[in-house]
């Protein structure tokens, strides 16, 4: 079946603006993670999801970065006002339950750069 | 709090040769994964290995092994009868199970070339 795929797969935006990421899961799998990875932090994680609920939200960096998955299925990331050292590649991975249970699957990415 | 070293930034290999990458973790759990991902150019994580801590028996994939010392907190991946295609850069990873949530701390990551 289809993996996890998330858009747009570059995003150049100015500082100060919001924009907003999707990733679509993997048909039938509840959870859903956001990570990102940036070239002085590495890879971090952001935001757990399990159906369309957040459990662990202790990754976000600030108040400017929220998230939301609608029917159990898409997710949006948003981060608002953004700032240069937003500028990194934002990855969605998806399990059929919590991820000790299953196999997290990554989709390719979102690189946005932030001017 | 949990984390995971990975010690090499850096590693080359010729097509055929054997290569360990090295991973360190710290943790007081006692319940926990580990994992290798490889991420090639197409910047698409995929699973390489897995090892549940409680197993003592090392994870094996094909040309892909673990050393697990979970004494020493160590966690290498072997690849051998290395390909062009491993060409990519690795990511150790630690799951602590009792956290409930399934989330991923990853090491820093190791770029590895293989040479034809």
């Known amino acids: 079946g289809a993996g996890v795929s998330q858009s747009p797969s570059n995003k150049v935006t100015e500082k100060g603006k919001d924009v907003e990421l999707r990733c679509d899961p993997i048909?039938?799998?509840?959870?859903l993670y956001w990570y990102r990875q940036s070239l002085g932090q590495g890879l971090e994680f952001l935001i757990y999801?399990?159906?369309?609920?957040?459990?662990?939200k202790s990754g976000l960096p600030s108040d400017r970065f929220s998230a939301e998955r609608t029917g159990g299925s898409v997710s949006t990331l948003t981060i608002q006002r953004t700032q240069q050292e937003d500028s990194a590649v934002y990855l969605c991975?998806?399990?059929?339950?919590?991820?000790?249970?299953?196999?997290?699957?990554f989709g390719p990415g979102t690189r946005l750069t932030v001017l | 709090a949990q984390t995971v070293t990975q010690s090499q930034p850096e590693m080359s290999v010729q097509e055929a040769e054997t290569v360990t990458l090295s991973c360190t973790y710290d943790?007081?759990?006692?319940?926990?994964?580990l994992f290798w991902y490889k991420q090639p150019p197409s910047r698409q994580m995929i699973l390489v290995i897995r090892?549940?801590?409680?197993?003592?028996q090392n994870a094996t994939e094909n040309r892909f092994s673990v050393n697990f010392q979970k004494a020493a907190k160590s966690f290498s991946l072997k690849i051998s009868d290395s390909q062009l295609g491993d060409t990519a850069m690795y990511f150790c990873?630690?799951?602590?199970?009792?956290?409930?949530?399934?989330?991923?701390?990853f090491g820093q990551g190791t770029t590895l070339q293989v040479k034809p």
């Open positions: 048909s039938g799998h509840t959870a």
């Open positions: 999801f399990q159906g369309n609920s957040a459990p662990d």
């Open positions: 990873a630690f799951m602590n199970v009792s956290g409930n949530t399934g989330k991923l701390i």
């Open positions: 943790t007081s759990e006692n319940n926990y994964y």
């Open positions: 090892q549940e801590a409680y197993k003592q």
């Open positions: 991975a998806s399990a059929r339950d919590r991820a000790f249970l299953d196999t997290q699957y």
